[in-house]
């Protein structure tokens, strides 16, 4: 009760990689130097490596709506046909994004906690022959909810609009065949599933996109993409990079390269599922049902109780930070993340915090419910499994 450890449970930042963290203080190094240029050349082809793509790939100092815009202000023109799908608050960002950059936007939108549908893309793309782009998040943070990109990318491949895939908190928490799916642009950032601190994103970008960048008019300075392309061959920004975020990033990807991708998203995978059998355990109603990420679970809050209290009373009785709902959703759901270096101990120790809240506030809760199911998730994954091996 006295001492009290913050853990940071929200869908980022995210917790750091000790390793990671120690590598930053090295950050006394010249970025023009052969000593740096080896840093960046390893963390763009790692990046290349663990997002599984022949695209090139390349990084920005920015948060990932740095690079979102990038993607927008680098391929397009003014007055350009776009189509943005939009469920929830990042989705409204790419109609802000491109809204404001002047492109003529076909907008298909779903309420908050649901996904827009691989069929409304297909039959927006098919009323609007002219479009040159199609915008989307892999995974919805503000809802919980993941989007069906591969299905998606099937019908925009057909066409000859490129697919913008906001995969910020997709990558690292869901499978993405970057080149098999035709995913031309997916950006991420380092504050997620890389688990370093906020100020590095990335992008990949294929043959497609590139080539229609050689049309594109919209006007880019600091942005501009074939211009870092160019520096990257020698293992250099445009700019000044952020020397300490990428020696956090080369040993973060160091860390994930020996997990293995495809691990580092069941990780995800299997604390979100455990994660939504607590919440039933607990009479608790997730917000996205149809369509749940791994990345983020949003739970609505209890009848006739603000999301709020239960975040603020996780950070005052525990020192624990989830994040609340967004936009329209603030005070409705809460949101409980999966990402990055985040494992079952982390979990237990959630599901009981959340029970403890509950109960505290009125909320008829069996204490232990919730954690019993965390529990029973990890012995079928960890323990049952085991023991069938050895028999």
């Excluded at 603000?306 to 603030?330: H, L, P, T, W, Y």
Aim: with cysteine; aromatic share 8%; net charge neutral.
């Amino acid at each position: 009760m006295y001492i009290k450890k913050q853990r940071l449970l929200t869908p980022g930042p995210t917790p750091l990689y000790p390793k990671a963290l120690y590598a930053m203080l090295g950050s006394d190094l010249h970025h023009r130097t052969d000593d740096f240029r080896a840093v960046y050349k390893s963390v763009l082809a790692d990046l290349k490596e663990l997002m599984g793509t022949q695209n090139d790939v390349l990084v920005l100092v920015s948060s990932g709506t740095g690079a979102m815009e990038a993607s927008v202000t680098n391929c397009f023109s003014p007055g350009d046909r776009v189509i943005v799908c939009s469920a929830g608050k990042f989705g409204e960002r790419w109609g802000e994004i491109t809204k404001a950059f002047g492109l003529n936007v076909t907008l298909i939108e779903e309420p908050y906690g649901k996904s827009v549908s691989p069929e409304a893309v297909a039959k927006a793309l098919a009323a609007n022959p002219d479009a040159k782009g199609v915008f989307v998040q892999a995974s919805e943070t503000s809802t919980g909810a993941a989007h069906d990109v591969r299905a998606m990318g099937e019908a925009v491949k057909k066409t000859q609009a490129i697919f913008v895939v906001d995969a910020i908190t997709g990558l690292g928490t869901m499978p993405l065949d970057i080149d098999a799916w035709g995913l031309d642009i997916v950006i991420g950032g380092s504050q997620k599933a890389f688990m370093v601190p906020p100020g590095i994103a990335f992008l990949s970008i294929s043959a497609k996109a590139w080539a229609q960048m050689e049309s594109a008019k919209l006007p880019k300075f600091y942005f501009n993409l074939k211009k870092e392309k160019k520096n990257a061959v020698n293992g250099e920004s445009s700019w000044t990079p952020a020397t300490s975020l990428m020696l956090g990033m080369a040993e973060a990807l160091k860390y994930i390269k020996s997990l293995g991708m495809a691990n580092l998203v069941k990780n995800a995978d299997q604390l979100a599922r455990a994660t939504r059998t607590a919440c039933a355990a607990l009479g608790l109603d997730l917000f996205a049902p149809e369509h749940p990420a791994a990345s983020v679970t949003a739970v609505k809050a209890p009848a006739g109780m603000d999301s709020g209290v239960i975040v603020k009373e996780f950070k005052n009785r525990f020192g624990s930070i989830i994040a609340n709902g967004q936009g329209s959703m603030k005070g409705q759901i809460f949101r409980i993340a999966h990402l990055g270096y985040f494992d079952y101990a982390d979990l237990f120790a959630m599901v009981a915090e959340l029970e403890l809240i509950l109960k505290a506030n009125g909320v008829a809760v069996k204490l232990g419910a919730g954690v019993a199911a965390v529990e029973q998730a990890y012995a079928e994954i960890a323990i049952e499994k085991k023991e069938t091996v050895n028999a």
